[in-house]
């Protein structure tokens, strides 16, 4: 079974990374621009974390009284023994784990990415193939448009004017996709004039 896709806005809430090695930094990195309050425990910890802002640090083990805090999910990035140890209290505790490149410990996760301001595209192949996960995903990353959050943004008001403008949700749906697959293939916004061509064929 794959893993169920599952976007969730973590700006502000606490995520508990208990390690402070090579693979604590690639996942601070992942996730500082969705804005979480990282909260970084481990008695060994890189220069360059250390040199993180908005990172909060301490340098211990990590203890059950760490999850006291209610941390959104947690991050285990030590060796195979502490993470067992860390997942085993955070289960009790209901919280999400994830043990890096131990999936048989995790209960989720992390996807390759492609993140900008306004969108985020993610591909997983449930831990068979990270691999593979990454080519797909520059194949994908190919596809969008180097002003994405622009384009979202003027989607979003041409959404609002459809729904004004087109009682029928149905008709609003099939126009809507029809805009957002002729910008993918212009690979930029659309004119008055071509918004007005797929209205009247709408």
């Not at 700006?11 to 690639?26: K, T």
């Not at 009790?92 to 410990?105: G, L």
Request: proline letters at 5%; a negative charge; hydrophobic letters at 40%.
């Amino acid at each position: 079974m794959s893993y169920f896709p599952m976007f969730m806005d973590i700006q502000g809430r606490e995520v508990l990374i208990c390690g402070g090695g090579i693979h604590a930094l690639e996942k601070i990195e992942r996730l500082t621009p969705f804005r979480a309050s990282l909260h970084v425990v481990s008695s060994h910890i890189l220069p360059q974390i250390e040199k993180m802002d908005g990172v909060r640090i301490e340098n211990r083990c990590f203890a059950e009284e760490d999850l006291d805090s209610l941390p959104v999910f947690v991050i285990a990035a030590e060796e195979r023994s502490e993470n067992e140890r860390i997942a085993g209290i955070c289960r009790t505790r209901h919280i999400p784990v994830n043990a890096v490149d131990m999936q048989d410990i995790c209960d989720f996760i992390f996807p390759a990415m492609i993140p900008s301001g306004r969108m985020c595209a993610a591909v997983s192949t449930g831990g068979l193939s990270p691999a593979f996960a990454v080519e797909l995903k520059k194949r994908i990353q190919e596809c969008i448009p180097d002003d994405i959050d622009d384009i979202l943004l003027w989607m979003n008001g041409v959404r609002e004017q459809i729904r004004s403008r087109i009682p029928d949700k149905e008709k609003q749906k099939n126009i809507l996709r029809c805009i957002a697959k002729e910008t993918l293939v212009r690979g930029r916004r659309l004119t008055k004039e071509e918004l007005e061509g797929i209205y009247k064929a709408g």
